[in-house]
């Protein structure tokens, strides 16, 4: 069975940083790509980024680039999100996600974890 | 980068009714089209993709139609179960975006 555990969320300051993980299980995590999804409380779904297999390709949605990292350690089964320089418009419970072949839609999704940007 | 537009923002409904979601993408995303449902508190989980193909163990009363710009999403009779919010999202080029989502309340 398929399981996305994220962790790292809480409350920072605007400018301040979080690094947020994902730990994977059931799956063979250096066969695929990986994304974060987030969610801002009470809105819609919005992409964060994309992580190939070997970690040799990112992509960033406009809003975060520059301020985000997405990275992963294929023998940790991880995925990771640094996120610096964070804004208050970034609170969302940020979601890692599967993608399961060369289609970027998402069949596996973890639980989310809150990030709180705030004063 | 490519927008994609749901409508209705809200669908009011009952148990047993056929209901009808569309999604409008501002460009083609050829046939490169998914739909989630999510209800509160939890995770989006994946219905439909490549815009017609059902995800396994989804119910047969969930399918998808469409091609280019036009999208939708059908519930044939909907059961109590399926009263939750549904996006559609596209990945035919980069960035990837969701539409606004539809919520489906009970009538």
């Known amino acids: 069975e398929v399981q996305l555990e994220e962790s790292g969320g809480g409350l920072v300051q605007p400018g301040g940083s979080l690094r947020l993980s994902c730990a994977a299980s059931?799956?063979?995590?250096?066969?695929?790509?990986m994304a974060w999804v987030r969610q801002p409380p009470g809105k819609g779904l919005e992409w964060v980024a994309n992580?190939?297999?070997?970690?040799?390709?990112?992509f960033y949605v406009d809003s975060v680039k520059g301020r985000f990292t997405i990275s992963r350690d294929s023998a940790q089964n991880s995925l990771y999100l640094q996120m610096n320089s964070l804004r208050a418009e970034d609170t969302a419970v940020y979601y890692c996600?599967?993608?399961?072949?060369?289609?970027?839609?998402?069949?596996?999704w973890g639980q989310g974890t809150l990030v709180t940007v705030s004063s | 980068d490519i927008q994609l537009t749901q409508s209705p923002s809200t669908l009011s409904a009952s148990v047993g009714d056929r209901v009808t979601i569309t999604c409008r993408a501002s460009?083609?995303?050829?046939?490169?089209l998914a739909w989630y449902q999510q209800k509160p508190g939890k995770a989006p989980q994946l219905l439909i993709y490549?815009?017609?193909n059902l995800e396994s163990g989804v119910p047969s009363r969930f399918s998808g139609r469409g091609s280019g710009t036009e999208f939708t999403l059908t519930i044939s009779s909907l059961q109590p179960d399926d009263f939750a919010t549904y996006y559609c999202q596209h990945s035919d080029s980069y960035p990837i975006s969701f539409g606004g989502g539809t919520k489906v309340e009970i009538k």
């Open positions: 490549r815009a017609s």
């Open positions: 996600a599967r993608i399961p072949g060369a289609d970027s839609y998402f069949d596996f």
């Open positions: 460009q083609s995303v050829r046939d490169w």
């Open positions: 059931g799956l063979t995590f250096s066969r695929h790509w």
């Open positions: 992580i190939k297999p070997d970690g040799s390709e990112k």
